[in-house]
C-alpha cells in the first residue's frame, strides 16, 4: 500500500516555493495589516514589560534591606510557573470570550502584580512577580493566536514576524527598565512601566476598534 493512501492529505496547507521574494512579500503583506502589526506590538510591549521587571526585581533583591545572593534571587524565575496555568487558560478564554478583551484582562493583572511588588516584603515581591507572569503568559498566548487566526495566507511567516516583535520589545524594554531602576529605584520603575502599559492599553482599543469597522457581526470567539 502506498504512503498516500495510508496518511491523511493536509486540508489546509498550501505549499509555497522558499524563495527570498516570496517570504519578503509575505513580511511586507502583513504589516500592511492593521489587525496583525497592532497584536505583534502588543506581544511586544507585554514581553518587555514580563521579562525586565523579573530582571529589575532581581536587582532589587540583592540589593538592601534584602542582600539576597545572586544563586537566591535568581530562583525568582519559577514565579514563571504561574504562566503555564494562564496559558492553557487562555485557550478556554478564547473559545467563549473576545481575545482582545482577554488581552485587556491579562494586561491588568500584570500590571497589578507590579503594583503588589511595590510593597517591601519578600511574599509581597514573590506573589507580585507571579500575578506578572500569570498575565504576560495570558496577554501573550491570545496575541500569538490571534496573528495565527487572522493571518489569511503565510500564517508561519506571521507567527515567525510576532515573535520578532516579541522579543525586539523585550530587547529594547530591558534599557528602558533598568535605566528607570538606576535613576529611582522600584517606584521609578512603576512610572515607567505604567507609560508601556498605557501602550498597550491603547493598542488594544485601537485594535477594538479597527475589528469593529472592519469585522461588524463578528463572534466573539473571533475578536
Known amino acids: 500500500m502506498k504512503n498516500r493512501e495510508i496518511l491523511q492529505l493536509q486540508r489546509?496547507?498550501?505549499?509555497?516555493?522558499?524563495?527570498?521574494?516570496?517570504?519578503?512579500?509575505?513580511?511586507?503583506?502583513?504589516?500592511?495589516?492593521?489587525?496583525l502589526l497592532l497584536a505583534m506590538l502588543i506581544g511586544g510591549l507585554n514581553f518587555a514589560l514580563f521579562v525586565n521587571l523579573y530582571s529589575v526585581a532581581g536587582f532589587r533583591l540583592t540589593a538592601a534591606p534584602y542582600n539576597w545572593p545572586v544563586s537566591l534571587?535568581?530562583?525568582?524565575?519559577?514565579?514563571?510557573?504561574?504562566?503555564?496555568?494562564?496559558?492553557r487558560l487562555s485557550g478556554v478564554w478564547s473559545q467563549n470570550h473576545s481575545k482582545i478583551l482577554g488581552m485587556v484582562v491579562g494586561t491588568s493583572i500584570s500590571l497589578l502584580g507590579m503594583l503588589v511588588a511595590y510593597i517591601e516584603t519578600?511574599?509581597?515581591?514573590?506573589?507580585?512577580l507571579m500575578l506578572v507572569s500569570f498575565g504576560a503568559f495570558f496577554t501573550h498566548s491570545l496575541a500569538y493566536s490571534w496573528v495565527s487566526q487572522q493571518a489569511k495566507t503565510a500564517k508561519a511567516t506571521a507567527t515567525a514576524l510576532y515573535l520578532v516583535h516579541y522579543y525586539?520589545?523585550?530587547?529594547?524594554?530591558?534599557?528602558?527598565?533598568?535605566?528607570?531602576?538606576?535613576?529611582g529605584g522600584w517606584l521609578s520603575v512603576i512610572e515607567g512601566a505604567s507609560l508601556l502599559y498605557l501602550g498597550i492599553y491603547g493598542l488594544c482599543w485601537r485594535l477594538n476598534q479597527y475589528v469593529l469597522a472592519a469585522n461588524k457581526g463578528m463572534s466573539p470567539q473571533q475578536c
Open 12 to 35: 489546509h496547507f498550501k505549499p509555497q516555493r522558499g524563495l527570498f521574494f516570496h517570504h519578503n512579500k509575505s513580511v511586507i503583506e502583513h504589516l500592511k495589516q492593521p489587525k
Open 73 to 87: 534571587a535568581s530562583t525568582i524565575f519559577l514565579c514563571y510557573l504561574a504562566g503555564t496555568i494562564s496559558a
Open 122 to 128: 519578600v511574599p509581597a515581591i514573590l506573589g507580585g
Open 168 to 183: 525586539i520589545g523585550g530587547s529594547i524594554g530591558g534599557f528602558w527598565l533598568i535605566f528607570c531602576w538606576q535613576h
